[in-house]
């Protein structure tokens, strides 16, 4: 009996145009070739803080001046990794469903399918969440300008929270889809090792840092802002091998896809 395909996806709003240098997904392209670009758009979308201590100390002694284009970079960073990790998993999703499909274990695996398919709606609703960041930058800069450098750590401290409680969201729905489809490319004969459940985080004490950076004239977020780019080096550390077991087992299965 003909494995029946699985639903189609609810139709996606058009990619918006990004400037030079931002990455974006292929739409029209193989599943193979979606896997592929998003996973050689790693170093473009992953930025990876490799000196936080300068970073902060920069930020320090240039009154805060630097400590915007860390903030910029945060959440450029989160927004474009979660744009890129949508596609690959989305792609990696489909590519597993026709290896399925064709190996005679896609009724079989369906269930997984399934899972998966709930898993990757929340990633994709996140990627319409509003997180422009040049849009946060004016944002902080403006409210600054208006009522000065104390409350103008109001939109920035608000920033922070927002990366903090995507990253949680994020993680924990993109290392469901991981868990489901190491399963599924071990059932086709690859060995993409499962996410350690155990390197979720969970959500930082908002209201008590919040309450530490007033109390400390701001001091306390020079420590947050570092809390924050340690975290974001941290998942991508998780993600990273993964990827490249997914990219092997890709690679194993469709060695001529184009």
Not at 86 to 100: I, K, S
Not at 126 to 143: K, N, Q, S
Not at 173 to 192: D, K, M, P, T, Y
Request: charged letters at 15%.
């Amino acid at each position: 009996m003909t494995a029946t395909p699985p639903p189609p996806p609810p139709p996606q709003p058009a990619q918006p145009v990004v400037p030079s240098g931002v990455w974006s997904p292929l739409p029209s392209a193989s599943p193979v070739q979606r896997i592929r670009a998003a996973y050689a758009a790693r170093n473009d979308s992953d930025y990876y803080f490799s000196h936080i201590g300068l970073d902060i100390f920069l930020t320090i002694i240039t009154l805060n001046i630097y400590g915007l284009v860390v903030f910029y970079r945060l959440m450029r960073r989160m927004r474009e990794h979660n744009r890129r990790r949508l596609e690959l998993l989305d792609a990696a999703n489909e590519f597993a469903w026709g290896q399925a499909t064709e190996s005679g274990v896609a009724e079989e695996l369906r269930p997984n399918f399934e899972r998966t398919s709930v898993n990757l709606a929340v990633l994709r609703q996140m990627t319409t969440d509003f997180r422009e960041p040049a849009v946060w930058l004016v944002i902080v800069i403006g409210v600054t300008l208006v009522s000065g450098l104390y409350l103008g750590f109001i939109p920035w401290m608000v920033g922070l929270i927002l990366i903090d409680g995507d990253l949680v969201k994020h993680d924990q729905n993109e290392g469901a889809v991981e868990a489901e489809l190491s399963a599924i490319f071990a059932r086709l004969g690859q060995n993409v090792p499962a996410p350690d459940p155990g390197r979720v985080k969970g959500k930082q004490n908002y209201a008590g840092r919040i309450v530490a950076t007033i109390f400390t004239c701001s001091i306390y977020g020079y420590w947050w802002q570092a809390n924050a780019m340690r975290d974001g080096n941290h998942h991508f550390q998780w993600n990273w091998p993964w990827e490249d077991a997914l990219a092997g087992a890709v690679q194993a299965l469709a060695p001529d896809a184009t």
